[in-house]
């Protein structure tokens, strides 16, 4: 009964490789984030989706797409690996009632660029 | 654009000890505030949140924080802390008002309770 999931859970890859990690919500929410927590644990938003929608793209390289299929799944794909993608990758999730919301996180990804 | 200041980055305290953690935020605005704890190898866990009301909000496991606006400030507070409180505690803003949230956060505090 997760309410917020992603896979995997930790991920080893090499430079220059392309991966993708899945996010899914059984919440029913409407709007789908990723963040990014570095080396430091400095937590950053990259990403939002709403309803399928691309509403947030903070300043993040055009080698991160995130791909909505459907309100419950946000996916990222990372092509061509670097070093500095190492970090822990995660997805949350929200439904805002007014002006009043409240994000849910996931596990979180963690991955390692050799 | 907001900020959020978390001015210790590392308590240790012993425990039954008091715990203040002090968080600043940046913004003019309606702000939605939140603190988030993260175990150790865990995911972020809602501790509590503000939105309007009572400025004094009381979350889970024993913890509150109170809301300033004049000071801009969202402090954690918990009177008796536990060896089981160790973790890392993010302070985060989100701007009320706008349609789609985007949570600010802090740059974390570790607290580290000894038994």
């Known amino acids: 009964d997760t309410a917020v999931s992603q896979t995997p859970k930790y991920l080893v890859t090499q430079m220059g490789n392309d991966k993708s990690i899945k996010c899914e919500q059984n919440?029913?929410?409407?709007?789908m984030y990723w963040y990014k927590q570095d080396s430091k644990k400095f937590l950053k938003i990259m990403f939002s989706?709403?309803?399928?929608?691309?509403?947030i793209n903070e300043t993040v390289p055009n080698r991160f797409s995130p791909k909505s299929p459907d309100k419950a799944h946000l996916n990222l794909h990372i092509n061509s690996l670097e070093l500095g993608d190492s970090a822990v990758y995660f997805c949350?999730?929200?439904?805002?009632?007014?002006?009043?919301?409240?994000?849910?996180f996931g596990p979180g990804t963690r991955l390692l660029v050799l | 654009a907001q900020s959020v200041s978390q001015h210790n980055h590392h308590v240790i305290l012993s425990e039954a000890a008091s715990l203040e953690l002090g968080c600043n935020y940046s913004y003019g605005g309606t702000v939605n505030l939140f603190w988030y704890v993260q175990y150790p190898g865990q995911h972020l866990q809602l501790l509590l949140k503000y939105f309007s009301g009572d400025p004094l909000v009381k979350g889970i496991k024993g913890f509150e924080a109170e809301f300033i606006k004049s000071k801009f400030s969202f402090n954690l507070r918990k009177p008796s802390v536990q060896w089981s409180d160790t973790a890392e505690y993010f302070c985060a803003v989100s701007a009320g008002g706008t349609s789609y949230g985007k949570l600010t956060f802090g740059q974390g505090t570790i607290l580290t309770v000894h038994p």
């Open positions: 989706y709403n309803n399928k929608e691309l509403i």
């Open positions: 919440l029913g929410h409407d709007t």
């Open positions: 949350a999730s929200s439904q805002f009632i007014g002006t009043q919301e409240t994000q849910y």
